[in-house]
C-alpha cells in the first residue's frame, strides 16, 4: 500500500540534508535571538531566514542530489 516490502530494509539517503537542515535552523535562532532583545527571539530575522534556508536546501534537487547516499525508493518519493 505505501511502496514498500514488509522485510525490505528502509534506507534513509537525505540524512545529510536533514542534518545540515537542522544546523541552518539552529544559526538562524541564534542570530534572531541575539537580535531579539525584548521580543526574545525576532520574528523578521527568524521567518526570513527559515523561509530562505527552507528554499535553498529543502527545494534544492542539485544540493539533494548531491547529499544523498543512493536514488529514493517509491515510497520516499
Excluded at 534572531?32 to 526574545?40: D, E
Excluded at 526570513?48 to 536514488?71: A, R, W
Amino acid at each position: 500500500m505505501l511502496g514498500y516490502e514488509k522485510n525490505e530494509k528502509l534506507e534513509f539517503n537525505y540524512k545529510k540534508s536533514c542534518g545540515l537542515w537542522l544546523i541552518a535552523v539552529a544559526v538562524v535562532i541564534a542570530v534572531a535571538t541575539l537580535i531579539g532583545g525584548q521580543q526574545i527571539i525576532n520574528m523578521q530575522v527568524f521567518t526570513s531566514g527559515y523561509i530562505v534556508f527552507f528554499f535553498t536546501i529543502n527545494m534544492n534537487k542539485d544540493l539533494l542530489k548531491k547529499l544523498s547516499t543512493g536514488p529514493s525508493t517509491k515510497f520516499q518519493k
